[in-house]
């Protein structure tokens, strides 16, 4: 990362990691996981994780309105470094999910019986993008850097859940 850049830190941790997380916790607090333990738990966390999405929008527009140029900057260096890696990230558990389940992963649909991993994608997006807006960054930069996102998909593989994308 680049020295004393505030902006890409406040991007990466605040909004790239925060969509993860809250999609990982909004789908195990889901009506559809029957293990009421996990998603009263997880119902918790999610609460806490998107006051910390608040809290991290909040601090990208204060940058913001100190020098918007230097943000959007921030963004598109983040993105294209962080971004690809956590898609990444959620391939290679579906990965270790079909080894562990002993199924074939190039077939299609993949959700495992422990979470569904095209709706984490799909909410954590939905969360990543709806935060680039509610944070005001330049929709020429975020169009862009959405419409690539499509291209996460991992090679030989069914759809991963991205199609929505294709929409914005």
């Known amino acids: 990362m680049r ?94 999910l079909c080894d562990t389940k002993s199924l074939d992963c190039t077939m299609v649909e993949k959700p495992s019986a422990e979470i569904d991993l095209e709706l984490l994608k799909i909410t954590a997006l939905e969360h990543y993008v709806a935060m680039l807006e509610k944070a005001a960054f330049d929709p020429k930069i975020t169009n862009q850097l959405i419409a690539g996102m499509a291209s996460y998909e991992a090679p030989g593989r069914a759809n991963v859940g991205l199609d929505f994308l294709r929409k914005h």
């Open 3 to 96: 020295k004393k850049d505030l902006p890409a830190c406040l991007i990466i941790q605040d909004l790239m990691v925060e969509s993860l997380a809250i999609g990982l916790y909004k789908v195990f607090a889901s009506a559809a996981n029957e293990d009421h333990e996990t998603t009263s738990t997880a119902a918790a966390l999610l609460k806490d994780e998107l006051e910390h999405l608040d809290i991290g929008v909040r601090r990208i527009q204060a940058e913001m309105r100190k020098d918007p140029d230097a943000v959007n900057d921030a963004l598109l260096w983040a993105h294209n470094r962080v971004m690809p890696a956590l898609f990444e990230m959620i391939h290679q558990s579906c990965d270790f």
